[in-house]
Each structure stands twice: as structure tokens, then as C-alpha cells.
């Protein structure tokens, strides 16, 4: 730690001296004194006696829990079965903890009263948002009920104030102290304040309290945001969640009356999925969500929620945030030059999205059209009389039409709803063509798509420059260069080396006839991957295309062996950048993909090997919407190619790249 | 961490300044408006700081060297003069395996220390190095610390400290005092007894030994050892109360050898048995079966003092039931003629089962 410098002691005086006057004025505990005469240590001798004073006047709020029986392992994780801490928000006997408290789903749970009343409760409902649950136990009445601090009126004014954890873990009549400053708010999108106390399952369901001895809120292990894992992992890091008193207190009615609350959700898809990405455009709506309701349009700019404006994506999550399923988010969109306010309904859940297929390949001509490559045989497009060589011009109204919106029409068109195509045959004639698209089918493509226009030449290695990073990488690319975008296949083999000879034997014919670039990042260290080496792969991919045109569509992340989680997460860090995931005989072991599927962040996977090892994670991803197909593979050392059927392997990387 | 420029100058009291006392603004304004005319005053005075606190802990600490290095064991740790003829108090490690231990101090001093004695149920060791120390702890003048007070602990944790640096500062607050004997089961330490748990990551690799000391330099404690809290599944940052270890440390002093004391609670040979009592619990399939009562046998012992079935065991004899596996383990301490209190959950309602021998 590190000590006031001197520099510091004339503010820290004049801060002591504030809050010395608050707690004086407030009638905590401190005798008021007319005067103030400040010696080193009396000012920390002060200091303390407004953290006690207050932990005193507010300890009684704060109630030890403890839980009988249940799992012992919730996923991965040994259960601890401690006792944790509730705070008492009503005096007939409601008391507010943490839903962490109650994973392993007790038998039993009992609340211990600071007065040793020992008594059984149960869980009235849960808030699924903020992480709490709304504890009952009967026969009481009269408890003391924590104030809402009056600092929470002025949060602007929040950030720096001391604050104090109180727990009772330890003790059900004395609560435990960890003294800090409140160091941020509207953390984890806007739902909590952050603190330096100390933070840990000895007082989460505990209250963070002012100097007054009044409630701040309740500490609560929640996640932070998708970039960072949450719960118990932070607790030694200096950052601590509570859940603001007053958010609690405003959804006490609902949570009484045993309603459970849930993060509320939008569901609009914007053209970028980029959360710094700005103005947010909309380009539809996640079929079946409360955005699909509200009548909101493809290029809708969505510029004001709920009150505050939004420039970026990530302003768009900080409003929706704090939002409960079943409470309003007004909204404020540009249509044409016209600012239209609408009211959205948002929901508990959407239906978890399954990518569309049309059935057909384009390719650009060199008058910048689009015209179908190839049609499957079997799918909607065939059915709907598309042909090679028609050209699309437009879809829906929209028209000209680009490769990239059309790709966003179909990724959230409703199942029911048919796409109105534009199309121009080959001998100029136009027609319109309805065809409704289906959900993607899990079998690999009937037929394996276009082949390349003309050869390019026999493949060659060329290695890639990973900067800092002390990996060697190289890839497998056509000698000769293409006017058609590649698809590009980047692969996380074993750790040590995977030759270049081995993976040139096996893709040429690929690379050479399909259009596709195969990279293989070999790791750092032979004994194993980092997690720091799983930036390498979109490290690649940007060094790629700054060489070759790229196909957006055909981006893969693949691994071989262990080198399979790698990729996985890799393809989870960046799905708007990836379209696929391969693993060859990559047991990837339990795992929850933090992120369900989304349009235009559809990742599809190939998983290659023992089929009957893979079906669990295959059926993990399926629940978060993702397509999987399984195929049957084994033989060789794990860090070959030899177990993978390269004819399959084809026909599902051409799939990626369909309509 | 500090580094070997702490300013050590001892500061003098500070100049009494009277504030009259009308409004928190006017007076935030005014403080500032003093200060900011004064700074030479303000740096002077030290204000809000802990420093000369600090700097007088730190020259009644060493920084201790020893044996270890092998199989990843620390070859360090902490320790404090606690007599005028060079007593360091501190913990009991293999550190010590060694004939000589090296005690640095913070003014970089050297010296040579050999084990006096040790305290194997406190897990705690009495140096000497023979020689005058620049100032110590008087064990009769330490305190006992309160929850909510702020502290300092001083260790060489990490053994970052080398030579004459100084060993590093940590500031906290005593975040509750606890019993580890309470802890039974979630907490592998020798020591049961009460401990200081602090709020701030003080009990670290080379922390051990370390003295924990209140805001006006009163020892309070000696950090302990690294222990896990199983049951809340976190590192508990702790120091033992130096009431606890004074006569022990005394006894060393005077020579005296401390032997290490049985387990205090040994399986007794005629346990309490489930099915003596008349007792059924549900089966057994979980790591964690709650202790339902499946069936209770007429006329049984379970069924004249009212147990039933769909009963559920919380307490028995205060201990906390949380599994089948630990009213098992529970009941092999308790004597068939020990009384026999049961807590159990009937519905919503608790009730208190007594079996008197």
C-alpha cells in the first residue's frame, strides 16, 4: 500500500473535515464537538470512530444465513456451504441476499436474528437481473428496516465517498467491518456501484453502508459486463458490487408478491454488432422480440433510450441494463429526417435464434452485380425457380441491393414471412420471386457449391509475421492471385508444431480449386496454449486480408486436438468476425458458451471425431441456438489432419458461404 | 509497497488550530483556505498520515531467512523484537530448520538468530540474537484490538523487502474477531483459538510472522500462517491476538518446554448410533443428503421424544448438520450417555429435541 503523500494531507483535511461535520450534524454516535483540533493521529483516530459509529447504528439490518444440504458442485465449482448474509428490508420479517448464497439449492435455510432468534425462511422470489433473492421468515414483526442512503439521490456525487461492507458470516450479532470508498456507479450496465471494501462471500447479501449508517446497497457478486467473468472471481481484486438500495426498494411490491424479475430485453439487430459501433442503425429485429413489435424499420437510427442519447451500441446496453422484462424503454429513432418517440415492451426472453438458409451461392460480377452461382438442390431457392445465372437486383423494396444487406434481410427474415426477390435472367428478362426461408439444416449441403473460375496454380507456404508474439505461423495460399474473395480457414493445431508439408499435402486441392487460404498458428510453447495466444487468430485473420480479398462469409477458426478450444475461443471472443468453427478430435469438455447466437454473429460448427464423446458440447451449443454437425473421424495422432474426411470437410466450408 | 526513502523524520505535535465550527461548506472553504496559505506547516504535521507509526513498527520488525527453496516452500518470513536482549517473536515454519537464522532488520542490521523455544499448538517460535535491538514490543504493553479498528500490518511479505529496505506497510481494518475453533472442519490450522480477521490481503508468502499493530502503534497481533476458509472458499487474511500467545511466550523465554497438547476432542468409544435411537434417514445418494428422517421405530428412544418422519436435522449440540455425512461424523463424538440436543426443521417451524441419558 502506499501512504498519504504529503502533498495529499491539505485535501485530506478539508475531505475529513466535510464528513467530520456530516457525522457531527446526523447524530451518529460522535459527541459533537463546537471545536476541532486535528493531530495526525486523532484525525485517524476520528476517522475510525465514524466507521464504527456508523457500523454500529446500521449492524442490526444485517442477518447471518445459513443453508442445509443441496448440490455440492454447481458446474466445475466446490460449493462453499458457509454461512453468508441477508439484509432486512421489512419489518415483518423480508430479507434481501444473493442468489449466490442459494445455488447449491438448500434443503433448508435458516436466518439468524442479531438478537439469536434462529428462524427458517424461504425464498420468495428472485431477481435474475441484479442476482438477489427476497427471503421470508415468518413470526416476526417490528424488525429494524435499513434507510436508503441520501447520497443515492446524488449519485454524481457517489463516487469517492467512504463506504463500509457489513457481513455476518462470522458473527450473527456483531457485524464484520471492511472499510472503503465507493469507486464507481452504473456498473454491469448500469445495475450497481462499484467499492474497494472488501468484498467476498463473508458479507455478500450484506449491506454497504454510509457514514450515516445508512444503506448504499446490497453487496452482490455480479458479473460485470461479457468481458469479464463475475461472481466470487473478483473478490481479492479491490472490486466490489452493490446493488443500489433504492432499485431494490422500488421492486420490492413485485418481488413480494413472488413475481421474479428478469433482465429485460430489446432485441433489435443493428447493422453493426460492434458495441463501440456508431450511430446504431437497425437492421430488423431478432425474430420474435419486442423490437419486431415496435415497428421498427431497417435504417431506423436509434438516437435517444430512455432518456439518454446513444451514440454507440454500448449506450444502447447501458439503458436497456437497469431494465427489468416487462418495463418500458422509451425509445427515440431518425425515419427518413422524422424523430419518432416509441414505447417498448422489453420481454424475459427471445426465441433463441436459428440461422436461415435461402440455397443458393453468389458471386459478384464485374458490374458489380449479384448473380447466382449455384443453387442447392433441395432448398427453398430451388424450389422457388432460382437458377444459375439469374441475378439478384433487389429484395423487399430495396433495390439496388448489396451482397451485405441482402445477407442481413435473410439472417432476420420471419420464418413465415417470404422474401420478395428482384431477380434478372440471364436473357434480361425480370421477375419476382418469393421464397420464405427455412432454418438452417444441421446435414452438410447437398451439393458443394460453385468451384473457382479458372485454376490458381499450384499452392505455396508463405509464413506469417505475428508481431510480438513468438509464435511461427504460416499459411497455405493460391499461387496465383483471384478475382473472387477466399475463404480462409486459420487452425490452432496441438501444441509444438504442426509441418507446413502435412497441411499443403492435405489442402491443395482445396486452396486450389474451392478458393480457400489455410493458416496454421503454431503455439508459443511446446507444453501448451496461453490464454493470451487466442488473440492470434483474429491477429491472422487481420494480417490476411490485408494481403487477399477475404469472403466475410467463409472465415474459420479451426483446431486440432486441444488446439480445438483455442479456436473455440477465439470464434466466442469475435463472432461478428467469424463464421464457422471446425475441431478435429477436440474433446471441449463442459463448457457454456457466454454468448447465445445471434444474427450476423452466427458462428456454424463442424465437429470432427468420436461422435458419441461429442454429443454433449454439440448439445450445449445447439441450446444457444448454434447449428452443429457432427462428423465421424478418428485414426492418426491428434496433431494430423488424417482423421478429418476431406470431402466432408469441403462440402461444409462451401455450406458457410450459402444463402 | 514502500520504498527506502520513507521519510523518517519523528513528527512533532501538530500546532492546535480552533475551528469555529458554522456550516460544512464555510468550513471545507476555510480549512482550504488555511492550508493552502501554510503548506510548509501541512507537510510538517504530517495530517492523516501513519507514518511515524509506520516508522517506529518498522524498526521492532526483521525480515527472517532460513531454510527452504525446495518444493516450492518459502525460505523466508517475518518476525518482531519483542525484549531488550534481542527476543524475535514468530511463527513456526520450516524456515527455522536451520541452525542460524538471519534476521535483517528494517535499518539494515544484521544478526545472527538460534531458536530459543516453540509453542507447537500455537505454531509459534521465540528467537535470539543475543544483541540489543534499536527498540522492541513489549508484549505487557499490547492491546486487544476491537472490530472496526483501523490497523497497520507490518510484514516482509513476498520477501520483496531485501537488505536495508524497509520491510512493507499494509493498512485495514480488523474486519471481525473470530474463533477458528468454530471454523472446525473448514480450516486446517493447529491453532482453534480466537483470531483478528482483516479486511485487507495481508497474509501472504513470507507475511507470517508479521506484526500487527493499532493506529497508535499498540501491538495488537502476529499475522499467522496462509490458511483457506473452506467453507466460504477465500484466503483468510488473520493475526492471532497477542493475548493468546503471551504466556506461552514467556514460558519459552523462561526456558520452559511446551508440549504439543492432544486433539481435544477424540471419537468416544460408545458413539451415539442412529439406529439405537430409533432413526431412519432417507437414503443416502448425494455428496450432500440432507438428514431428512425417512421413519422413526415405534417405541424407540427418536419416537418417545417426538422426532417424525419428514423431520430435518439442522443442529445437533450446537454443531451445524449440513449433510448425512456430517451428523454421521458429528455422532461419533457424542457419548450414548451424553444429552443429546437436536434442532430440527417440522414444516416452517423449528424444533428443539432434547435426549437426556
Do not use: K, P, Q, S
Given at each position: 500500500m502506499q501512504l498519504p503523500s504529503a502533498c495529499c494531507y491539505r485535501s485530506a483535511v478539508a475531505v475529513f473535515v466535510g464528513w467530520a461535520l456530516a457525522a457531527f450534524g446526523s447524530g451518529a454516535v460522535l459527541h459533537a464537538q463546537s471545536t476541532a483540533s486535528v493531530s495526525a493521529v486523532e484525525l485517524l483516530e476520528l476517522e475510525q470512530q465514524a466507521f464504527r459509529a456508523a457500523a454500529a447504528a446500521a449492524q442490526d439490518v444485517a442477518v447471518q444465513i445459513e443453508s442445509f444440504g443441496g448440490l455440492e458442485r454447481v458446474g466445475d465449482e466446490l460449493v462453499s456451504d458457509g454461512p453468508t448474509t441477508g439484509t432486512i428490508v421489512g419489518a415483518d420479517g423480508w430479507i434481501v441476499s444473493t442468489l449466490y448464497s442459494f445455488r447449491q439449492q438448500p434443503a433448508s435455510i435458516l436466518v439468524t436474528l442479531p438478537d439469536g432468534r434462529r428462524l427458517p425462511a424461504r425464498i420468495v422470489s428472485r431477481d435474475h437481473s441484479r442476482e438477489l433473492a427476497l427471503l421470508k421468515i415468518d413470526g416476526v414483526a417490528g424488525l429494524p428496516v435499513a434507510r436508503p442512503s441520501r447520497l443515492l439521490e446524488r449519485p454524481d456525487d457517489l463516487v469517492g465517498r467512504w463506504a463500509v461492507a457489513l457481513g455476518k458470516a462470522y458473527d450473527p450479532r456483531v457485524a464484520s467491518q471492511s472499510v472503503g470508498i465507493v469507486s464507481a456507479t452504473g456498473r454491469a450496465y448500469g445495475r450497481a456501484l462499484q467499492t474497494d471494501a472488501k468484498v467476498s462471500p463473508i458479507n455478500y447479501g450484506g449491506p454497504l453502508i454510509d457514514l450515516w449508517g445508512d444503506v448504499l446497497g446490497v453487496l452482490a457478486p455480479i458479473s460485470p459486463g461479457p468481458m469479464v467473468e463475475g461472481g466470487d472471481q473478483l473478490y481479492d481484486s479491490g472490486i466490489g458490487f452493490a446493488i443500489p438500495w433504492t432499485d431494490i426498494l422500488a421492486r420490492l411490491e413485485t418481488l413480494q408478491s413472488g413475481t421474479d424479475i428478469y433482465p429485460g430485453k430489446l432485441g433489435v439487430v443493428t447493422t453493426d454488432p460492434n458495441e463501440m459501433a456508431g450511430p446504431v442503425v437497425v437492421e430488423g429485429a431478432m425474430p420474435g422480440a419486442a423490437a419486431g413489435r415496435l415497428g421498427l424499420e431497417p435504417g431506423d437510427v436509434i438516437v435517444v433510450a430512455g432518456g439518454m442519447p446513444v451514440r454507440r451500441l454500448a449506450d444502447l446496453q447501458q439503458a436497456l441494463g437497469p431494465r427489468d422484462a416487462g418495463q418500458e424503454l422509451p425509445l427515440t429513432i431518425w425515419r427518413r429526417g422524422q424523430r419518432i418517440d416509441l414505447q417498448a415492451t422489453l420481454t424475459k426472453e427471445i426465441p433463441i435464434y436459428r440461422r436461415r438458409l435461402v440455397g443458393f451461392w453468389l458471386r459478384e460480377t464485374d458490374d458489380g452485380q449479384l448473380e447466382i452461382s449455384a443453387v442447392e438442390s433441395g432448398s427453398p431457392a430451388e424450389g422457388a425457380g432460382l437458377k444459375t445465372g439469374d441475378r439478384i437486383v433487389g429484395c423487399n423494396g430495396v433495390r439496388p441491393i448489396s451482397a451485405e444487406r441482402l445477407r442481413r434481410m435473410i439472417a432476420v427474415a420471419e420464418l413465415d414471412q417470404a422474401l420478395r426477390l428482384a431477380v434478372l435472367g440471364p436473357d434480361g428478362s425480370q421477375r419476382d420471386v418469393s421464397v420464405r426461408p427455412i432454418e438452417r439444416p444441421e446435414a452438410l449441403p447437398a451439393s458443394s457449391g460453385p468451384v473457382l473460375d479458372g485454376d490458381a496454380g499450384e499452392p505455396r507456404v508463405v509464413d506469417i509475421n505475428l508481431g510480438d508474439f513468438p509464435n511461427k505461423a504460416y499459411a497455405v495460399v493460391p499461387v496465383k492471385r483471384v478475382d473472387q474473395p477466399l475463404g480462409v480457414l486459420i487452425v490452432f493445431p496441438e501444441p509444438g508444431e504442426l509441418e507446413a508439408a502435412k497441411t499443403l499435402d492435405y489442402w491443395s486441392a482445396c486452396v486450389r480449386s474451392n478458393g480457400w487460404i489455410v493458416a496454421v498458428i503454431n503455439s508459443g510453447n511446446r507444453s501448451g496454449w496461453s490464454l493470451e495466444e487466442v488473440e492470434l487468430g483474429m491477429r491472422t485473420l487481420g494480417r490476411l486480408q490485408k494481403l487477399y480479398p477475404i469472403d466475410p462469409q467463409r472465415v474459420v477458426l479451426g483446431g486440432l486436438g486441444i488446439g480445438g478450444r483455442v479456436a473455440l475461443l477465439a470464434a466466442m471472443s469475435a463472432p461478428e468476425r467469424v463464421t464457422g468453427v471446425l475441431t478435429i478430435q477436440t474433446n471441449l469438455g463442459e463448457f457454456a458458451p457466454r454468448q447465445m447466437n445471434m444474427p450476423m454473429k452466427s458462428l456454424d460448427f463442424l465437429l470432427v471425431g468420436d461422435a458419441a464423446q461429442m454429443q454433449a458440447s454439440a448439445e450445449t451449443l445447439r441450446k444457444g441456438g448454434y447449428l452443429v454437425t457432427i462428423v465421424e473421424g478418428s485414426g492418426g495422432d491428434t496433431n494430423s489432419w488424417q482423421a478429418a474426411p476431406i470431402d466432408q470437410l469441403q462440402l461444409w466450408l462451401a455450406g458457410l458461404a450459402r444463402y | 509497497m514502500m520504498d527506502g526513502n520513507l521519510d523518517r523524520r519523528v513528527t512533532v505535535e501538530v500546532a492546535r488550530w480552533v475551528f469555529v465550527l458554522r456550516g460544512a461548506w464555510c468550513m471545507v472553504v476555510w480549512a482550504w483556505l488555511v492550508l493552502a496559505g501554510l503548506p510548509s506547516w501541512a507537510e510538517d504535521a504530517g495530517l492523516g498520515s501513519a507514518n511515524r507509526i509506520a516508522v517506529e513498527v518498522e524498526l521492532k520488525t526483521v525480515k527472517l531467512y532460513g531454510a527452504?527453496?525446495?518444493?516450492?516452500?518459502?525460505?523466508y518470513q517475518s518476525g518482531f523484537f519483542i525484549s531488550d536482549t534481542g527476543h524475535i517473536l514468530t511463527v513456526w515454519s520450516t524456515v527455522l530448520d536451520v541452525d542460524r537464522v538471519v534476521a535483517v532488520g528494517s535499518d539494515g542490521s544484521r544478526y545472527e538468530a538460534s531458536v530459543v523455544g516453540i509453542d507447537p499448538n500455537l505454531e509459534i517460535a521465540v528467537l535470539t540474537t543475543g544483541t540489543r535491538p534499536p527498540a522492541y514490543f513489549d508484549l505487557d504493553q499490547a492491546v486487544e484490538g476491537q472490530v472496526g479498528w483501523r490497523v497497520l500490518a507490518v510484514s516482509n511479505l513476498f520477501g520483496i523487502a531485501t537488505g536495508a529496505e524497509m520491510s512493507s506497510v499494509q493498512r485495514g481494518v480488523i474486519m471481525a474477531i473470530t474463533d477458528l475453533q468454530a471454523r472446525r472442519g473448514t480450516i486446517e490450522s493447529v491453532y482453534r483459538g480466537p483470531v483478528y480477521v482483516l479486511d485487507t490481503p495481508t497474509n501472504n508468502p513470507g507475511a507470517a510472522g508479521g506484526a500487527l499493530v493499532d493506529l497508535q502503534g499498540r501491538l495488537l497481533g502476529i499475522l499467522g500462517k496462509e490458511l483457506r476458509d473452506t467453507r466460504a472458499n477465500i484466503w483468510l487474511n488473520y493475526a492471532i491476538p497477542i493475548s493468546q500467545v503471551r504466556s506461552s511466550v514467556q514460558k519459552i523465554m523462561q526456558g520452559e518446554s511446551i508440549q504439543r497438547l492432544a486433539e481435544s476432542r477424540q471419537p468416544v468409544d460408545r458413539p451415539m448410533d442412529l439406529d439405537a435411537l430409533g432413526i431412519v434417514l432417507v437414503p443416502d445418494v448425494l455428496a450432500k443428503t440432507p438428514p431428512y428422517i425417512d421413519g422413526v421405530y415405534p417405541g424407540s428412544r427418536a419416537a418417545e421424544v417426538g422426532l417424525q418422519p419428514d423431520d430435518l436435522i439442522l443442529f445437533v449440540n450446537n454443531v451445524r448438520i449440513a449433510s448425512q455425512a456430517d451428523l454421521r461424523d458429528e455422532l461419533k463424538y457424542i457419548d450414548r450417555a451424553d444429552r443429546l440436543v437436536m434442532l430440527v426443521q417440522r414444516g416452517n417451524q423449528l424444533v428443539e429435541i432434547v435426549l437426556n441419558p
Open positions: - | 527452504g527453496g525446495f518444493r516450492g516452500l518459502d525460505a
